[in-house]
């Protein structure tokens, strides 16, 4: 495709169009979607700030939501208590709709709990449920990833979540991996359970728990799955760099609508390439130095709005400075000062020392981002894989594992 250089960020709204669009709007429960593109939950990434610059770029620089943008993830056990982070942490902006909340639990009883809270309390328009976490300190005791090859166990949450949020019309979706290492796959049997326990879509990241987001992803997991599950959407997600990922994606797996995570990191305006892709346009938006770095500032803005503490936004803002200025000759000096930054004042003073006029790389600033690490043998409780029903130490286990991931891990 043809790019087209966008200076102004973020972009004014795209003009009526008479391309073909690539897919239908995406419909979850009573929501309809129009641009089917998720914003894939990341922790740490995708508080309130994050997600309202990805909206402004995705609606032509309007505060509003033509794509899906879900929280980071959220432990129930955390939810149930109350704790004063995690109720800080499901705030969402006044404009945000739907309001989208990701939880990870453990415990069917838990988590319908949690769901009940925000259905109950109007918290969330929207849950998604995590399988998919590959860390270690997850799958060692059997959550994440690692839950759906106890098939009972994630079929009672899955259900439990449905449950309660039925009768408030809030959708669930489920999010997974394809299993946790090849000789051991689980995301057929789990999205034949939970289409059949009434989610509203699953979206599939083609890894396995071992590659964590190493290697490649497997597309054809995606095509299979789509094959599979007939009666609610399948999600696509891994590897979606660009917008023609996303596309090629689509074409070569016939999913519904893509999750994006790693893509946009540094990148919020990925959402208007997107939308603008979806749509059948060629629009891209390639900015300036300047440009980005008046996003990398307005980021920490929202930041410090969000945490109500200008310092900790500008700690936050530290690890996406990488990513924003991923192929610019910035120069070590200015990256290393920037990775100390305290205050916006400070932060002014070393964007000045740029060039704005530095034109966006090309090739340098696209591809991978965030680290993609290596394969490895997945942690998990003792006699794991020997039967997918849990035993009775191991139910033991599960039940400490959302504890161990309270405070956001």
Known sequence: MSATTITALPPSAPAPSTAEAVLPPLQLGPHTIESP???????????RAFRRLCREYASGGSSGSTSLYVSEMITTR?????????????????????????LYGVDPATVGAAVRILVSEDRADHIDLNFGCPVPKVTRKGGGAALPWKKELFRSIVAAAVREASPYDV???????????????????????AEVEGVAAVALHARTAAQAYSGTADWSAIAR??????????LGNGDIWSAEDAVDMVRQTGCDGVVVGRGCLGRPWLFTDLAAAFAGR??????????????????????????GDEFRACRDIRKHIAWYLKGFPAGSTVRNQLALVDSLAALDR??????PTS???????????????SSRVVALPENWLASRELDEAQRAQVASAESSVADGG
């Open 359 to 373: 034109p966006w790389p090309g090739e340098a600033a696209e591809g991978q981002r965030g680290r993609a690490g």
């Open 171 to 193: 959708p669930v979706t489920v999010k997974m991996r394809t299993g946790i290492d090849p000789e051991h796959l689980t995301y057929l049997d789990a999205a034949r359970a």
């Open 225 to 234: 799955l789509k094959e599979t599950v007939t009666t609610i959407p399948v």
């Open 78 to 102: 955390a939810l149930v208590e109350r704790t004063p982070e995690t109720m800080r942490l499901i705030e969402h902006d006044p404009e945000e709709s739907p309001r989208s909340i990701q």
């Open 350 to 355: 070393l964007i000045e020392t740029m060039d």
């Open 37 to 47: 593109v998720v914003l894939a939950p990341m922790a740490g990434i995708t508080n």
């Open 282 to 307: 060629s629009v891209r938006v390639q900015p300036a130095l300047g440009e980005v770095t008046e996003v990398l500032r307005r980021h920490t803005v929202y930041l410090a709005e969000f945490y």
